[in-house]
């Protein structure tokens, strides 16, 4: 936190003034926040004929491109590393890779929206490997989605509690997050947006 408020021209404890300050994740183990704690398999897949026929690219994907919906998620993953990231300039896709011991930290959703832009959600995909060799095996993470309670107000710092911009309108984490997955799924699960 203390980072982002440096780059974003804050004092160095603003961010944590402030989310100590709104009591921002009080509910963080409880039912009005939805940080997730999960854990991810992706099951290897088995070599087959055409594998060895048709060498080439082998164009399926385990997870598609996304964004997640969160401030951020704190990512641990094995050996076979995992995401790829796609660069918000140049939109190329780049692969994320292992580094033993480290934790890759995605700006989600809601960062971006507070900080104006300035933190672009970090889109990204899990694709199958290239490698046969590499498909053969299982890869495993564990991923730790963090956001702020669900009543909390969500808009860019610099508003001042004005109500957002026409790019971040106000919203609230709840509400910011029903309606992505209202936009991905078609569904709410009984939830009025």
């Known amino acids: 936190l203390k980072c982002i408020a440096v780059s974003l021209g804050l004092g160095v404890d603003a961010l944590l003034d ?11 183990s409880f ?6 704690f999960r854990t991810l398999h992706y099951p290897p897949i088995p070599l087959m004929e055409s594998d060895e026929d048709e060498p080439g690219e082998f164009k399926s994907t385990r997870c598609g491109e996304h964004s997640d919906f969160g401030l951020i998620t704190l990512l641990c993953q094995d050996e076979m590393g995992g995401p790829e990231i796609q660069l918000p300039a140049s939109k190329e896709w780049i692969q994320a890779e292992y580094m033993p011991g480290s934790v890759l930290i995605n700006v989600g959703d809601l960062l971006e929206i507070i900080s104006g832009g300035r933190f672009p959600a970090t889109v ?21 989605f963090i956001h702020p309670d669900d009543n909390e107000p969500i808009e860019p710092l610099n508003c001042g509690g004005s109500g957002g911009t026409e790019k971040y309108p106000r919203t609230t984490s709840f509400m910011y997050s029903l309606a992505k997955l209202q936009r991905l799924t078609g569904h709410t699960y009984g939830k009025e947006i």
């Open 31 to 36: 039912k009005d926040n939805l940080t997730t």
């Open 124 to 144: 990204h995909r899990v694709s199958v490997p290239q490698d046969p060799e590499k498909r053969q095996k299982k890869r495993q993470s564990m991923a730790l």
């Open 18 to 28: 402030i989310t100590l300050g709104l009591d921002m994740a009080k509910n963080i």
